[in-house]
């Protein structure tokens, strides 16, 4: 039997550290759930201690899911699109507040859905997850949760305890949703921001922060308070923007099918302070960091702006959201990643929530991606669910990248037969490329300590 917390080594075809050359045939050591090393030559003092050897994998950092609702993780299927996009959020609406449910029972089929959410996302090798938090919520279900999956990956039938898992195998980052179309909620919701935000930190509860909602939900002072608070408290600010065009068409002259949705619902302090996209864009590059949901439909002004202030303001897309959507306006379809990159806009990837996606696997939409996007290399695209969505969270100490010293928070992704072979190569010259195999349509992506458990046995051979 191993102790918890054990040291051991972890041997795999591939070693990729993204912001680094991939390594071959590498070794990743873990002791107290931290890594100790990671290279080729395995230092002689750590010869000894247990060895996994995982043929046919590829060992990542941890993945980063940057745009997500966890709140509707109970849903078996997306929410059917209707007709318009106000019609799938009336439906939305009416599966968050179903009838007849007592408070208690709403708020514990909340706590279900955030947890089967995390559950879902960490078997996929995701580690952090920004989410769009609305009341009821509670800290303690995201503790509970993590604590549990933590305790569910430490133990194996076979060997008994392991150390094989970090203390915090997943952390989510709550973005309370402000909006002021309804006054109350939004009283409600920040003063609930208040509470939350001076809470102890937890480690497996990331820096809490703002979700102004959306244009049509939210006034523009609601925005440029959420921008100034998170330049006070160093708060990330995250609003979905510029997603469809019947938000296009509301907030430029209230036509549509958004008017009969919101009409009856309206406040007047909300009204008086209606924002135009460019103004929200403009508010948001105030913020300490800002991440546009989306963002279909921003002009080239809005885009150029963005780009300018690529250090602290980017766009997330979730590409299998996006292809639910259908956009069918301005050659839409497609979204223009590539020609937006090469303007310089930072760009993320989310999954949204399962009201629009069939899963939370974010690997998924990193494959999506690729499927879609031939100009885009497949580094870039690992980069923006790892190294670079790190440092733009400013929590690069602690994930995106296998350096020592860091939680040994990792993603394993099952290679497709062919590319453990010799003809895959770092480089791509006259070979496969590794990142591109990554990225191939059967790879599969699970948190290392999950495939540890399941496919191997330690061996000191
Ligand atoms: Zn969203």
């Avoid at 959020?89 to 995390?118: S, V, W």
């Amino acid at each position: 039997m191993i102790s918890p917390q054990a040291s051991f080594v972890v041997q795999a075809d591939w070693i990729v550290p993204v912001d680094s050359g991939p390594v071959q045939n590498g070794s990743v050591v873990v002791d107290n759930g931290i890594i100790q090393f990671v290279g080729t030559q395995l230092p002689s003092k750590f010869h000894s201690i247990s060895r996994f050897k995982l043929a046919g994998f590829a060992i990542l950092p941890g993945l980063i899911n940057s745009h997500c609702h966890l709140e509707f993780s109970d849903l078996q299927a997306p929410i059917p699109l209707g007709i318009s996009f106000p019609e799938w959020i009336r439906n939305l609406l009416a599966h968050r507040n179903a009838k007849n449910i007592e408070p208690e029972q709403l708020a514990m089929n909340r706590r279900d859905a955030i947890t089967m959410g995390i559950q879902e996302s960490y078997r996929a090798g995701v580690r952090w997850v920004v989410d769009m938090t609305t009341l009821p919520w509670s800290s303690t279900w995201i503790t509970d949760s993590v604590n549990s999956l933590a305790k569910e990956a430490a133990y194996d039938p076979v060997v008994g305890e392991v150390g094989l898992v970090p203390r915090v195998p997943i952390c989510i980052q709550p973005c309370i949703e402000l909006l002021d179309i309804a006054p109350q909620r939004f009283e409600l919701a920040m003063s609930f921001a208040d509470k939350q935000g001076s809470a102890p930190e937890s480690e497996s509860i990331g820096r809490m922060g703002y979700a102004p909602h959306a244009p049509y939900t939210t006034s523009r002072n609601v925005t440029k308070r959420s921008a100034e608070l998170s330049q006070a408290e160093d708060r990330l600010v995250t609003m979905h923007l510029a997603e469809s065009m019947e938000e296009m068409d509301w907030i430029q002259d209230r036509q549509g099918p958004f008017s009969e949705l919101l009409g009856r619902i309206i406040s007047q302090d909300y009204f008086g302070g209606l924002g135009q996209i460019s103004e929200h864009v403009q508010l948001l590059t105030n913020a300490w960091r800002a991440m546009i949901a989306h963002g279909n439909y921003l002009s080239t002004i809005d885009l150029n702006k963005l780009a300018s202030h690529s250090a602290n303001c980017a766009i997330v897309h979730c590409p299998r959201t996006h292809q639910f959507f259908g956009h069918r306006y301005l050659d839409m379809a497609q979204y223009p990643l590539a020609e937006r990159i090469a303007i310089g806009v930072k760009h993320f990837l989310g999954t949204d929530s399962r009201a629009s996606n069939p899963d939370l696997n974010l690997w998924n939409e990193a494959k999506q991606v690729r499927r879609d996007h031939s100009k885009i290399s497949s580094l870039q695209i690992i980069k923006m669910i790892t190294t670079e969505a790190a440092e733009f969270l400013c929590i690069q100490d602690r994930y995106g990248s296998l350096i020592e010293g860091q939680p040994a928070t990792l993603t394993a992704i099952e290679l497709p037969k062919f590319a453990s072979s010799t003809s895959t190569s770092a480089c791509g010259e006259n070979q496969v490329d590794l990142y591109d195999q990554l990225l191939a349509s059967d790879s599969v992506s699970s948190p290392l300590e999950l495939v540890l458990l399941s496919k191997n046995r330690p061996s000191n051979t």
